[in-house]
Every structure is written in structure tokens, then in C-alpha cells.
């Protein structure tokens, strides 16, 4: 910035030195003129100009001869009438030739100097030097100018160089206008990275949670799978034994199926992103769960109640009947329900979905315990995978809320799931039980 400014400071002051040369030697050459004029006036008759001032020179010619007639000072060369510069000894001198009246005729050549006084050689070291001070005035300008402006840079660069130490988060940075635009689209470009870096590493990390929990949930059922096939391949087994074998294939197969599926909705609940979220009507979405299950189990009524306010929320839609769903199938499947009631209802910024059934329900001790993966409760049917349960509490974590199990007044047990209503809905950062 300072050399900019220099440069700049010395375009301007070339052009301006030029433009007033230009502008003064017009000028002199006027005033020139008018002096001449001035002295002509005076001096009129020869014996005036022999007297006339110092420093002019006056030459008269004859004008039928061209002898020279009389003279002041150094000769000025035969000139026609008019007015010309011309050189004499060395020096210019601007000169005006014209006719007297006299009885023999006599041209008279009136001549000054025709040094400026503005553009005198002399002063060219004087205009040197101020156009010169000029200039360093600029650049010292430019300099303590740039300060405010480079300073914020240099923060922003600091605060660049911390990045490595594993801070995502970049100070603001204020002065210019400039530094501070540079420094919002570094801090989103930050933020943009280190989301993306988490939903990496959350994917990362489902990817590595459905390996080890697989690995470690399917080696039994695989394993009694292989034993019961390697049984049929062996023995030629009566039908009444080979139909229990088949029986106990078909349970470790549905056991398998459920636990995959089971462990992808939770890997799929790891990745849920905020951007993904949409409206949910709370009564449809109700509604719907109960048709589907009554559909599939016909000896089973589930009753809806919603209020009037209970509106919409932001979330994740298939989340959130899935645990809700997953609460109405437990009751079925392992609590042998019958009747099934499902309230919601509005409490500020929170929504309240309570599912009541009439089945045998859980003992008290254990209904923290089944929240957590691959849990089952004593009453618990064959066949499932342990993670139905865990599936509700992480999509409750999810959409900021929580699941809690309790004897219900139907009978039979009695999950009480809340959700955030206020659209501040957790992220998949968030942890899920």
C-alpha cells in the first residue's frame, strides 16, 4: 500500500508538473508579449530607446538598407516586422520588430530576455526536490494508512494458525470491511468443514457400532443356524424331529433378520442430519400406526386421543413413528395385548405420546434396563433382538425428549414418550440412550 501510494503520488505529480508547464510557458509567453508591448509604448521615438531600460536590447535598421542605425546592448539579427525569438550570445531573447515613422525609415527590434521567471532552470533542483518530498509524504501516508488494514489480516492469519491445535472455531475478526467479509467466509467455510467431518466420523462410527454389534448379536443365532442344517445334512431325522429343527431354523432366521434390521434403524438414527427434518402431524402420524397394527394383528384394538393443539412438530418423520411403532409392537409381541390406548397431548413446548396396553406387562425393576441395546425383559417373547426398545430412546434423544416405562391402568405397562415441539430438535451429535 505504501508503494501504490507513492506511485500513484508520483503519476499525479508528473501529470500536474506537466500540465502547469504547460499552463506557465503559455503564460510567460503572454506576459512576454505584453512587457514588449509595454516598452514599445514607452519608447517610440530612437533616442528614448537608447535610454530605455536595463536589460533590453534594441537594434534600428535602416529600412531601405538594412544598416544598422543605432544600437543598445548586444545586436539583435535583421528581422522582419512581427514579433520571434530568437538567440543572442547564448541567451533567448523574445523580440518585436516594427516600422517607425521617421524620415529615412527605420525598423526598430525591441527584444527582452525570454527566461522565465516561474520556469527558470535555476528552480528545476527546487521543483525536484518538493515533488520528491511529495512523494515520500505519500508512501509514509500509505504506510501508517495500511496499519488498520493489515492488522486485521494479521489476527486472521493467527488465529489461521491455530487451527491445527483442533480449534474449529475462528474468532471474529473487526476493522475493515474487507478482513471482516474474509473473516465470516472463513469461519463458514469452518463451520461447513467441521460439520462435515462429524457427519464422517458419525457415519464412520455406525458403520463400526453395526460391524461389532452383528458380529457379536449374530454368531449365536448363526452358529445354532449351522448346528440345526448340519443336523438335517447328518442324521435322516423322523418328520416329527426334522419339523422341530426346521421350527427352531425359522426362529434363529427371523431372530438374525430382526437383529440387522433392528441394528440398520439405529446406524440410519446415527446419521439422522438437521437439514433432513420436516413437518409431522402428531394426530396422522398416530392415526396411521394404529390402522397398520390393527391390520396385522386383527385381535388387537388400539384407541387414539389426541387434543385439539397438539399441531405439528419438526423431526424426523420415519424416526419418530418408528419409535412410536416399535412402542405399539412391544406391547403385542411381548406383552400379549389386547387393548392398546394412544394419548398425546401438548405441554408447552413439548409433546407428550403416552401408549397404554392391557398385557402382562414388565416387572418395576427392569424397566430402565430394557431402554438399553440388545436388553430384553424377563416377559419377553422369543425371537426378538433386543434392540426395539433402544431404538425409541434414541430417536427420544433425537428430538430432545426422553422414554420412560411404568406400570400403565390398563394393566399393563406404560411408555411415556416426550418430544421437543419448540423446532430445536437435537442433532445427530446428540446422544441417544
Known amino acids: 500500500m505504501a508503494v501504490a501510494s507513492a506511485a500513484a503520488a508520483a ?74 525569438t530568437v538567440v543572442v550570445n547564448g541567451v533567448e531573447y523574445r523580440v518585436r520588430t516594427i516600422s517607425v515613422d521617421q524620415p529615412d525609415g527605420v525598423l526598430m527590434s525591441i527584444g527582452i530576455r525570454a527566461d522565465s521567471i516561474l520556469l527558470n532552470r535555476a528552480r528545476i533542483p527546487l521543483y525536484t526536490a518538493a515533488g520528491l518530498l511529495t512523494v515520500l509524504i505519500a508512501a509514509l501516508l500509505g504506510w501508517v494508512l495500511a496499519g488498520p488494514a493489515i492488522r486485521p489480516l494479521r489476527r486472521l492469519t493467527e488465529h489461521t494458525k491455530q487451527l491445527h491445535r483442533g480449534s474449529e472455531q475462528m474468532p471474529e475478526v473487526r476493522g475493515v470491511r474487507e478482513a471482516e467479509d474474509l473473516s465470516e467466509a472463513m469461519s463458514a467455510m469452518l463451520s461447513r468443514l467441521a460439520t462435515a467431518q462429524r457427519a ?124 412410536v411403532d416399535n412402542l405399539v409392537r412391544n406391547a403385542i409381541t411381548h406383552g400379549q395385548a389386547s387393548r392398546i390406548e394412544l394419548d398425546a397431548r401438548r405441554h408447552g413446548d413439548t409433546i407428550v405420546i403416552i401408549v397404554d396396553d392391557n398385557g402382562r406387562g414388565l416387572p418395576a425393576e427392569e424397566h430402565q434396563a430394557v431402554l438399553g441395546r440388545f436388553s430384553r425383559g424377563s416377559t419377553a417373547t422369543a425371537g426378538g433382538s433386543g434392540l426395539g426398545l433402544a431404538l425409541v430412546a434414541q430417536q427420544a434423544a433425537l428430538h430432545r425428549g426422553s422414554i420412560e416405562l411404568s406400570d400403565g391402568p390398563l394393566g399393563g405397562l406404560r411408555a411415556t414418550l416426550t418430544v421437543s415441539a419448540s423446532g430445536e430438535q437435537a442433532g445427530p451429535d446428540s446422544p441417544a440412550e
Open 200 to 323: 464422517t466420523t458419525n457415519s464412520l462410527q455406525a458403520a463400526q457400532d453395526f460391524a461389532a454389534n452383528a458380529a457379536h448379536e449374530l454368531r449365536t443365532p448363526l452358529t445354532a443356524m449351522r448346528a440345526d442344517l448340519d443336523t438335517l445334512r447328518i442324521h435322516d431325522l423322523p418328520a416329527e424331529e426334522r419339523d422341530e429343527v426346521v421350527a427352531d431354523l425359522s426362529r434363529a432366521q427371523r431372530r438374525v433378520e430382526a437383529i440387522i434390521t433392528a441394528l440398520g434403524q439405529l446406524a440410519s438414527g446415527q446419521l439422522a442430519r438437521a437439514e433432513d427434518r420436516e413437518l409431522i402431524d402428531v394426530t396422522d402420524m398416530l392415526d396411521r400406526v394404529a390402522r397398520e397394527n390393527m391390520r396385522a394383528s386383527d385381535d388387537v384394538k388400539i384407541a387414539v386421543e389426541a387434543t385439539d393443539d397438539l399441531g405439528a412438530i419438526w423431526g424426523w418423520p420415519s424416526g419418530l413413528r418408528l419409535a
Open 11 to 84: 503519476a499525479v505529480v508528473a501529470v500536474f508538473t506537466i500540465a502547469t508547464s504547460v499552463v506557465l510557458a503559455n503564460n510567460d509567453a503572454a506576459q512576454l508579449d505584453r512587457r514588449l508591448d509595454s516598452i514599445i509604448d514607452a519608447s517610440m521615438y530612437p533616442e528614448q530607446l537608447q535610454d530605455s531600460r536595463r536589460g533590453v536590447l534594441t537594434t534600428g535598421r535602416s529600412e531601405s538598407t538594412g544598416q544598422v542605425v543605432f544600437q543598445r546592448g548586444f545586436q539583435l539579427p535583421p528581422l522582419p516586422p512581427g514579433t520571434d
